[in-house]
């Protein structure tokens, strides 16, 4: 089990960057993949970034190049850095512990942060 909450989200024009966290509790965080999914309004959830237990990132087309996932195992902590960011990225975002499915597909279990929003706009 883990308890993940989200931080960091907030208001940006378009071009600009926010750095989302998500600390978690248990003593298990380094044995669980985590991932970045979004919401928006009408629209279904959809996995963003994703990072393995050893580090091996993946990232959906629409994002890459621009959002970077991290972890810190020591703090229990995963990041979503986002540089130039569109007013489609609007969204809520929400953090997730789960698993790698080989070769390289994001299994989500069922914890899940409360999410933060991140809007883009002029």
């Known amino acids: 089990q883990v308890q993940l909450v989200e931080s960091g989200g907030g208001l940006v024009q378009p071009g600009g960057s926010l750095r989302l966290s998500c600390a978690a509790s248990?003593?298990?965080?380094?044995?669980?993949?985590m991932g970045w999914y979004r919401q928006a309004p009408g629209k279904q959830r959809e996995l963003v970034a994703s990072?393995?237990?050893?580090?091996?990132?993946n990232y959906a087309d629409s994002v890459k190049g621009r959002f970077t996932i991290s972890r810190d195992n020591a703090k229990n902590s995963v990041y979503l850095q986002m540089n130039s960011l569109k007013p489609e990225d609007t969204a809520v975002y929400y953090c997730?512990?789960?698993?790698?499915?080989?070769?390289?597909?994001?299994?989500?279990?069922?914890?899940w942060g409360q999410g933060t929003q991140v809007t883009v706009s002029s």
């Open positions: 997730n512990a789960g698993r790698i499915l080989y070769p390289r597909t994001y299994y989500p279990y069922d914890y």
């Open positions: 248990g003593s298990t965080f380094s044995s669980y993949a």
């Open positions: 990072i393995s237990n050893i580090g091996t990132t």
